[in-house]
């Protein structure tokens, strides 16, 4: 079977869903990390903007800001540095260019569609919140139906790490990169973020494991597919330890796993 490409995307958003946000609870670095995350897990998918849409593949990168519709929640901005500033964005001191939420869209679209192929999109949490929030956007500006021709699935990696590594004790992506690539970085930049995201992949080489992208299709009125790409679970190790899987033989934006397209 033909390897699939992966790519690993993140968003950054407006909020963190209808939750109150209390002031002065964000007192640390590594507290604003975990309370965004935690919030991440719960937040309404339903509500929030897209600010920053990033995504990579090797070399390659796309990284594009849009000024969102709605105001930035005031923990978001405690956490990721956005603002808007009398109509543009800002990332805490400096100005960011931007392009209109479609044209985000649209470009990010286009990128998919240069590998020639359905791509299969990874990303940290994308079950409960990437996923959700990106299909929901593109279905607002009626491009889901491009969308579904250059992506064939997600794949959700804080599950997937949970299903290899099941004795960690954490599984915010900012703790994976701590544990397994022994570094700090910039946090909740969506272009940082999937770069470390794959390199995280690299280090686990989850292709020595049951990989299995699932997909379901719901109907609701009429047939919409919703994409999800799952794991099974991991076959027995012994002594496995991160610093043993360091090397990625192959490039990080295949994976050879069995792989279903939605029908």
Same mark, same amino acid.
């Given at each position: 079977m033909v390897d699939k490409i992966i790519i690993f995307f993140d968003l950054e958003t407006t909020g963190l869903g209808n939750l109150t946000h209390t002031p002065g609870l964000y007192t640390t670095p590594i507290i604003k990390i975990l309370t965004y995350f935690y919030f991440c897990l719960r937040s309404d998918t339903s509500q929030c903007d897209i600010i920053q849409l990033a995504a990579v593949c090797e070399e390659r990168v796309f990284n594009k800001? %849009?000024?969102?519709?709605?105001?930035?929640?005031?923990?978001?901005?405690?956490? %990721?540095?956005f603002t808007v500033q009398s109509g543009h964005l800002v990332l805490y001191v400096s100005p960011v260019e931007t392009v209109p939420i479609d044209d985000l869209l649209t470009s990010f679209i286009d990128f998919l569609r240069s590998f020639q192929r359905p791509v299969l999109l990874a990303a940290h949490n994308a079950k409960r919140f990437d996923m959700p929030v990106l299909t929901r956007v593109m279905k607002k500006y009626d491009l889901y139906p491009q969308f579904q021709q250059v992506v064939s699935g997600f794949l959700d990696t804080l599950l997937l790490s949970k299903r290899l590594f099941p004795r960690i004790k954490g599984y915010s992506q900012v703790s994976l990169v701590k544990i397994f690539l022994q570094k700090s970085y910039d946090a909740h930049n969506a272009e940082e973020d999937a770069k470390m995201l794959q390199e995280l992949y690299k280090v686990w080489r989850p292709d020595q494991f049951a990989v299995l992208a699932r997909w379901e299709r719901r109907s609701t009125g009429k047939s919409r597919a919703s994409l999800f790409g799952s794991t099974l679970s991991s076959p027995r190790r012994t002594g496995t330890t991160p610093a043993s899987r360091q090397t990625l033989p192959q490039s990080a934006c295949r994976s050879p796993a069995p792989f279903f397209p939605h029908s």
């Amino acid at each position: 079977m033909v390897d699939k490409i992966i790519i690993f995307f993140d968003l950054e958003t407006t909020g963190l869903g209808n939750l109150t946000h209390t002031p002065g609870l964000y007192t640390t670095p590594i507290i604003k990390i975990l309370t965004y995350f935690y919030f991440c897990l719960r937040s309404d998918t339903s509500q929030c903007d897209i600010i920053q849409l990033a995504a990579v593949c090797e070399e390659r990168v796309f990284n594009k800001y %849009t000024v969102p519709q709605q105001n930035i929640d005031e923990g978001a901005t405690e956490v %990721t540095g956005f603002t808007v500033q009398s109509g543009h964005l800002v990332l805490y001191v400096s100005p960011v260019e931007t392009v209109p939420i479609d044209d985000l869209l649209t470009s990010f679209i286009d990128f998919l569609r240069s590998f020639q192929r359905p791509v299969l999109l990874a990303a940290h949490n994308a079950k409960r919140f990437d996923m959700p929030v990106l299909t929901r956007v593109m279905k607002k500006y009626d491009l889901y139906p491009q969308f579904q021709q250059v992506v064939s699935g997600f794949l959700d990696t804080l599950l997937l790490s949970k299903r290899l590594f099941p004795r960690i004790k954490g599984y915010s992506q900012v703790s994976l990169v701590k544990i397994f690539l022994q570094k700090s970085y910039d946090a909740h930049n969506a272009e940082e973020d999937a770069k470390m995201l794959q390199e995280l992949y690299k280090v686990w080489r989850p292709d020595q494991f049951a990989v299995l992208a699932r997909w379901e299709r719901r109907s609701t009125g009429k047939s919409r597919a919703s994409l999800f790409g799952s794991t099974l679970s991991s076959p027995r190790r012994t002594g496995t330890t991160p610093a043993s899987r360091q090397t990625l033989p192959q490039s990080a934006c295949r994976s050879p796993a069995p792989f279903f397209p939605h029908s």
